[in-house]
């Protein structure tokens, strides 16, 4: 479970480089909700989303792609970002303002990118996104069988 150490003291920890060999190899794909909306309705808050995420990302890191979508069906909980890719876990998040969670999933893609199967360690991901996890989908290529990681 990748929050077995959550609650551990930072001296009890041992830092270890983590295992890059399983980590997602394709594009990193984070996809912003474009039509969320306050929970009142009145003001849509994803395009705003959108462009801050796309600006703090930039276009010259190739291996990530920010794209907008229609919806992600968290209504409840805007605005709500999903980080995905071919082979890696696909996480969704909601909750998000714009300002903190932007830089909240500038430092989560950057992990994603090298962690094992893009399964950032609880520890890794800033508290907004702690909080604001609605979802974590397995990668496509998981065992049918015993339901552990990919070989």
Do not use: H
Request: hydrophobic letters at 40%; a neutral charge.
């Amino acid at each position: 479970m990748d929050r077995e150490n959550a609650d551990r003291e930072p001296a009890e920890l041992m830092l270890v480089e983590p295992s890059r060999a399983n980590a997602p190899s394709g594009v990193t794909v984070v996809s912003v909700c474009i039509t969320c909306k306050t929970a009142d309705g009145a003001i849509v808050v994803g395009p705003d989303m959108f462009e801050s995420v796309k600006a703090a990302i930039g276009e010259s890191d190739r291996k990530v792609q920010v794209r907008p979508v229609q919806c992600l069906s968290v209504c409840k909980r805007p605005a709500t970002v999903a980080v995905s890719s071919s082979d890696g876990y696909t996480f969704l998040f909601g909750d998000l303002q714009t300002e903190s969670g932007t830089a909240a999933l500038v430092s989560f893609v950057q992990s994603y990118q090298k962690s094992d199967y893009g399964l950032v360690p609880w520890r890794e991901r800033a508290d907004v996104l702690r909080k604001g996890m609605v979802a974590r989908v397995p990668p496509l290529r998981w065992s049918p069988d015993d339901g552990s990681a990919p070989k």
